[in-house]
């Protein structure tokens, strides 16, 4: 990375953002509905939900590139809610990299310095290209280029115009597995070095839960819970985050006793235990959640024991070796069907599909939940993704035909 020198030139910059009772209405529905968050400055923000959720919506309105309805948006204690796209201290990675491709790497990154007649644009560009480790690649053509080095050489080209706020819509979702991977990695690192305040709008659970320091999950155009991504995965407050971040086993039942320590719920005639720090309803019909991987198979009925939560038995229906782990679905009379993630190890027990087994967990990795998921699809359509690379464009001639 770059040395401390590139780091300050960029830290100056990051600024806080604050949407204030935010609504967007479209006609027929409400794409935001009454939205407030703050996001502090120098901080990764992650807004991570389905198609529909309201995400990307969220996205546009902090760019500029809609109005909203109600609620005012700030950015560095200042509003902007009425101040145009391009007057905005603010920039968007998108998926599309959108580089010119006749220009070389350098004259990509500085073209819009340069449209602005700023001071010493080649050198900022410099500094921008050694920021993403790119220095050796500057006088290339970005078709000479990798997908992972194209993707970085945009970023250097909205860091340079250091940016208040970082808007970043999906940006690795053109790239393969391994890429991903590796570059979610290497934008934190950037991220962290430089200090801006970064906002990631993605739909993929892994991207957000690797990079961002908060999480938020965004259902219906509200935020369903906001955290860090260790918190809303161990500690789900309803069941969309428990389902959408990762995959949770969920059975719903009656509670009919509770200690200062632990609810007990009825279901299919078995008591299931709850942390009572770890449920949101201790009372009333709740729902006992667990996570495949906390999840063990057994052969034989284990013993009972109150640190432990069991049921069965069950019936294998499938089993499918990914590698790092079997994962199993098993049928459970009463509980319907369970999925398991056992690890591959030289230890523990294997079932193949028809086997009868046995299932445990220890109570304290259990969750309580006041709801189920609904039968029924919850998303709505979303605005499209594809418009707002074309509307940052009418972005950048706007601001060019006022300079």
Known sequence: MAGEGSARQFAEAGADLALVNVTKRFPGFTAIDDLSLTIPAGSFFALLGPSGCGKTTTLRLVAGLEEPTE??????????TDTKAYQRPVNTVFQSYALFPHMSVLDNVMFGLRRRKIADAGQKAKEALDLVELGHVANRKPAQLSGGQQ????????????????????????????????????????????????LHVTHDQEEAMTMADTVAVMNQGKIEQMGPPEELYESPKTAFVATFLGQSNLFGGEVVSSTKDVISVAVAGKELRVPVDRAVAHRGKVTVGVRPEKVSLHQAEPATDSSRGVI??????????????TQYLVDVPGFGEVTVFAQNTSHGEHAVEGDEVFLSWSVEHAFGLADMPPAEDRFLNDTSTGAMAVQEREKIEQELEGA
């Not at 970085?152 to 690795?172: F, G, W």
């Not at 069965?312 to 782990?325: E, K, M």
């Open 71 to 80: 609620g005012r948006i700030m950015i560095g204690g200042k509003d902007l």
């Open 151 to 198: 993707q970085r050489v945009a970023l250097a080209r909205a860091l340079v115009n250091r940016p208040a706020l970082l808007l970043l819509d999906e940006p690795l979702g053109a790239l393969d597995l391994k890429l991903r991977r590796q570059m979610q990695l290497e934008i934190k690192d950037i991220q962290s070095e430089v200090g801006l305040t970064f």
């Open 312 to 325: 069965g038995p069950g019936r294998v229906l499938d089993a499918s070796f990914t590698g790092v782990s």
